[in-house]
T-cell receptor, first 114, second 116 residues
Protein backbone atom coordinates (compact mmCIF):
# COMPACT_ATOMS: atom_id res chain seq x y z
CA UNK A 1 0.00 0.00 0.00
CA UNK A 2 1.17 3.50 -0.73
CA UNK A 3 2.21 5.58 2.22
CA UNK A 4 1.74 9.30 2.64
CA UNK A 5 2.84 11.08 -0.52
CA UNK A 6 4.31 14.56 -0.46
CA UNK A 7 5.40 16.84 -3.25
CA UNK A 8 7.70 18.40 -4.05
CA UNK A 9 10.46 16.62 -2.14
CA UNK A 10 12.73 19.64 -2.41
CA UNK A 11 11.92 23.26 -3.01
CA UNK A 12 14.26 26.20 -3.37
CA UNK A 13 12.68 29.60 -3.74
CA UNK A 14 13.42 33.23 -3.24
CA UNK A 15 12.09 35.35 -0.43
CA UNK A 16 8.69 36.76 -1.24
CA UNK A 17 7.62 33.94 -3.50
CA UNK A 18 4.59 31.76 -2.88
CA UNK A 19 5.27 28.16 -1.94
CA UNK A 20 2.69 25.37 -2.09
CA UNK A 21 3.34 22.00 -0.51
CA UNK A 22 1.11 19.05 -1.32
CA UNK A 23 0.10 15.94 0.53
CA UNK A 24 -1.87 12.80 -0.23
CA UNK A 25 -2.71 10.87 2.95
CA UNK A 26 -3.00 7.11 3.27
CA UNK A 27 -6.31 5.96 1.85
CA UNK A 28 -8.88 5.50 4.59
CA UNK A 29 -7.15 7.69 7.13
CA UNK A 30 -9.37 10.47 8.44
CA UNK A 31 -6.84 12.69 10.21
CA UNK A 32 -4.13 14.68 8.50
CA UNK A 33 -1.32 16.67 10.10
CA UNK A 34 1.21 19.22 8.91
CA UNK A 35 4.48 19.48 10.85
CA UNK A 36 7.58 21.60 10.52
CA UNK A 37 11.01 20.40 11.67
CA UNK A 38 13.99 22.63 12.30
CA UNK A 39 17.17 22.20 14.29
CA UNK A 40 16.24 25.03 16.60
CA UNK A 41 12.61 24.19 17.31
CA UNK A 42 12.41 20.47 16.65
CA UNK A 43 9.17 19.00 15.37
CA UNK A 44 6.23 21.39 15.55
CA UNK A 45 2.61 20.66 14.72
CA UNK A 46 1.27 23.40 12.46
CA UNK A 47 -2.29 22.28 11.85
CA UNK A 48 -4.39 19.18 11.79
CA UNK A 49 -7.58 18.13 10.05
CA UNK A 50 -10.15 15.55 10.98
CA UNK A 51 -12.55 14.42 8.26
CA UNK A 52 -11.27 17.31 6.10
CA UNK A 53 -12.14 19.92 8.74
CA UNK A 54 -9.38 21.95 10.40
CA UNK A 55 -9.44 21.10 14.10
CA UNK A 56 -6.45 22.92 15.51
CA UNK A 57 -4.39 25.53 13.68
CA UNK A 58 -2.80 27.04 16.76
CA UNK A 59 0.63 26.03 15.53
CA UNK A 60 0.42 27.99 12.30
CA UNK A 61 3.11 30.66 12.71
CA UNK A 62 1.31 33.60 11.16
CA UNK A 63 -1.06 34.70 8.47
CA UNK A 64 1.46 33.92 5.79
CA UNK A 65 0.70 30.26 6.33
CA UNK A 66 -2.54 28.64 5.21
CA UNK A 67 -3.67 25.06 4.80
CA UNK A 68 -6.59 23.44 3.03
CA UNK A 69 -8.03 19.99 2.70
CA UNK A 70 -10.61 20.08 -0.08
CA UNK A 71 -11.19 16.33 0.04
CA UNK A 72 -10.11 13.22 1.90
CA UNK A 73 -7.20 12.51 -0.41
CA UNK A 74 -5.49 15.87 -0.76
CA UNK A 75 -4.17 18.72 1.33
CA UNK A 76 -2.02 21.77 0.68
CA UNK A 77 0.10 24.00 2.86
CA UNK A 78 0.77 27.40 1.37
CA UNK A 79 3.27 30.03 2.42
CA UNK A 80 2.79 33.47 0.93
CA UNK A 81 5.04 35.39 0.96
CA UNK A 82 7.88 33.08 1.97
CA UNK A 83 10.75 34.22 4.18
CA UNK A 84 14.19 32.72 4.87
CA UNK A 85 13.10 31.72 8.38
CA UNK A 86 10.52 29.42 6.82
CA UNK A 87 13.34 27.16 5.65
CA UNK A 88 12.68 23.75 7.20
CA UNK A 89 11.50 20.25 6.49
CA UNK A 90 7.72 20.10 6.26
CA UNK A 91 6.09 16.79 7.01
CA UNK A 92 2.59 15.63 6.33
CA UNK A 93 1.24 12.72 8.37
CA UNK A 94 -2.04 10.85 8.46
CA UNK A 95 -3.79 8.52 10.88
CA UNK A 96 -7.02 6.88 11.83
CA UNK A 97 -8.68 8.88 14.57
CA UNK A 98 -8.55 6.33 17.33
CA UNK A 99 -6.68 5.90 20.58
CA UNK A 100 -4.02 3.63 19.13
CA UNK A 101 -3.89 5.45 15.83
CA UNK A 102 -0.27 6.01 14.99
CA UNK A 103 0.55 8.87 12.67
CA UNK A 104 2.29 7.78 9.50
CA UNK A 105 4.59 10.38 8.02
CA UNK A 106 5.37 11.27 4.46
CA UNK A 107 8.96 11.69 3.29
CA UNK A 108 8.86 15.44 3.89
CA UNK A 109 9.52 18.49 1.75
CA UNK A 110 12.84 20.24 2.28
CA UNK A 111 12.19 23.93 1.78
CA UNK A 112 14.96 26.48 1.36
CA UNK A 113 14.01 30.12 1.08
CA UNK A 114 16.86 32.31 -0.12
CA UNK B 1 6.52 22.10 31.87
CA UNK B 2 7.67 19.78 29.15
CA UNK B 3 5.09 17.20 28.21
CA UNK B 4 7.70 14.77 26.90
CA UNK B 5 11.27 14.73 28.18
CA UNK B 6 14.11 12.87 26.55
CA UNK B 7 17.18 13.54 28.65
CA UNK B 8 19.74 11.78 26.45
CA UNK B 9 20.73 13.95 23.50
CA UNK B 10 23.08 11.22 22.28
CA UNK B 11 23.74 7.56 22.99
CA UNK B 12 26.33 5.06 21.81
CA UNK B 13 25.91 1.30 21.78
CA UNK B 14 27.96 -1.55 20.40
CA UNK B 15 26.49 -3.73 17.72
CA UNK B 16 24.50 -6.69 19.10
CA UNK B 17 24.11 -5.05 22.50
CA UNK B 18 20.80 -3.83 23.93
CA UNK B 19 20.16 -0.13 24.51
CA UNK B 20 17.52 1.78 26.45
CA UNK B 21 16.36 5.21 25.36
CA UNK B 22 14.67 7.19 28.11
CA UNK B 23 11.38 9.02 27.92
CA UNK B 24 9.35 10.59 30.69
CA UNK B 25 6.03 12.30 30.25
CA UNK B 26 3.71 14.62 32.08
CA UNK B 27 -0.05 14.40 31.89
CA UNK B 28 -3.07 14.54 34.16
CA UNK B 29 -5.17 12.49 31.76
CA UNK B 30 -6.07 8.93 32.65
CA UNK B 31 -6.29 7.86 29.03
CA UNK B 32 -3.28 8.54 26.85
CA UNK B 33 -0.98 6.86 24.39
CA UNK B 34 2.76 6.77 23.98
CA UNK B 35 4.59 6.35 20.70
CA UNK B 36 8.16 5.97 19.52
CA UNK B 37 9.41 7.07 16.12
CA UNK B 38 12.73 6.59 14.36
CA UNK B 39 14.24 9.19 12.06
CA UNK B 40 17.30 7.96 10.13
CA UNK B 41 19.66 10.34 8.41
CA UNK B 42 17.57 10.10 5.26
CA UNK B 43 14.94 12.12 7.13
CA UNK B 44 11.76 10.06 7.12
CA UNK B 45 9.82 9.49 10.33
CA UNK B 46 9.11 5.82 10.98
CA UNK B 47 6.54 4.62 13.53
CA UNK B 48 8.03 1.93 15.78
CA UNK B 49 5.78 1.08 18.70
CA UNK B 50 2.71 2.15 20.68
CA UNK B 51 1.70 1.77 24.35
CA UNK B 52 -1.73 2.67 25.69
CA UNK B 53 -2.10 3.91 29.24
CA UNK B 54 -4.49 1.09 30.08
CA UNK B 55 -2.38 -1.64 28.51
CA UNK B 56 -1.25 -3.98 31.25
CA UNK B 57 1.57 -5.53 29.29
CA UNK B 58 4.55 -3.75 27.81
CA UNK B 59 4.32 -3.37 24.06
CA UNK B 60 6.74 -5.30 21.87
CA UNK B 61 7.44 -5.15 18.16
CA UNK B 62 10.26 -7.37 17.03
CA UNK B 63 13.49 -6.07 18.55
CA UNK B 64 11.68 -3.07 20.03
CA UNK B 65 9.99 -3.12 23.40
CA UNK B 66 8.56 -0.37 25.52
CA UNK B 67 9.33 -0.42 29.23
CA UNK B 68 6.20 1.27 30.53
CA UNK B 69 6.27 2.35 34.18
CA UNK B 70 3.05 4.23 34.74
CA UNK B 71 3.69 5.34 38.30
CA UNK B 72 7.00 6.84 37.26
CA UNK B 73 5.50 8.24 34.07
CA UNK B 74 8.21 6.72 31.98
CA UNK B 75 8.04 4.94 28.63
CA UNK B 76 11.54 3.86 27.75
CA UNK B 77 12.34 2.24 24.42
CA UNK B 78 14.50 -0.87 24.54
CA UNK B 79 16.23 -2.01 21.38
CA UNK B 80 17.67 -5.49 21.63
CA UNK B 81 20.54 -6.82 19.54
CA UNK B 82 21.42 -3.44 18.07
CA UNK B 83 22.27 -3.25 14.39
CA UNK B 84 24.18 -0.62 12.44
CA UNK B 85 20.93 0.32 10.76
CA UNK B 86 19.49 1.33 14.11
CA UNK B 87 21.68 4.43 14.08
CA UNK B 88 19.15 7.26 13.93
CA UNK B 89 17.30 9.89 15.91
CA UNK B 90 14.54 8.48 18.11
CA UNK B 91 11.52 10.49 19.21
CA UNK B 92 9.08 9.73 22.00
CA UNK B 93 5.58 11.17 21.62
CA UNK B 94 2.36 11.29 23.62
CA UNK B 95 -1.25 11.52 22.66
CA UNK B 96 -3.56 12.91 25.34
CA UNK B 97 -7.01 11.74 24.45
CA UNK B 98 -8.98 14.24 26.46
CA UNK B 99 -7.16 17.42 25.70
CA UNK B 100 -5.41 16.95 22.47
CA UNK B 101 -7.79 15.03 20.29
CA UNK B 102 -5.58 13.22 17.90
CA UNK B 103 -2.55 15.43 18.46
CA UNK B 104 0.87 14.09 19.35
CA UNK B 105 3.41 15.98 21.42
CA UNK B 106 6.99 15.03 20.57
CA UNK B 107 10.13 15.06 22.67
CA UNK B 108 13.40 16.56 21.51
CA UNK B 109 14.83 13.21 20.48
CA UNK B 110 17.84 11.02 21.23
CA UNK B 111 20.54 10.45 18.62
CA UNK B 112 21.63 6.81 18.73
CA UNK B 113 24.89 5.67 17.21
CA UNK B 114 25.55 1.94 16.86
CA UNK B 115 29.23 1.09 16.66
CA UNK B 116 31.08 -2.02 15.51
Amino acid sequence: DAGVIQSPRHEVTEMGQEVTLRCKPISGHNSLFWYRQTMMRGLELLIYFNNNVPIDDSGMPEDRFSAKMPNASFSTLKIQPSEPRDSAVYFCASSLDQAAGAQYFGPGTRLLVL
Amino acid sequence: AQKITQTQPGMFVQEKEAVTLDCTYDTSDQSYGLFWYKQPSSGEMIFLIYQGSYDEQNATEGRYSLNFQKARKSANLVISASQLGDSAMYFCAMRESRRGGNKLTFGTGTQLKVEL
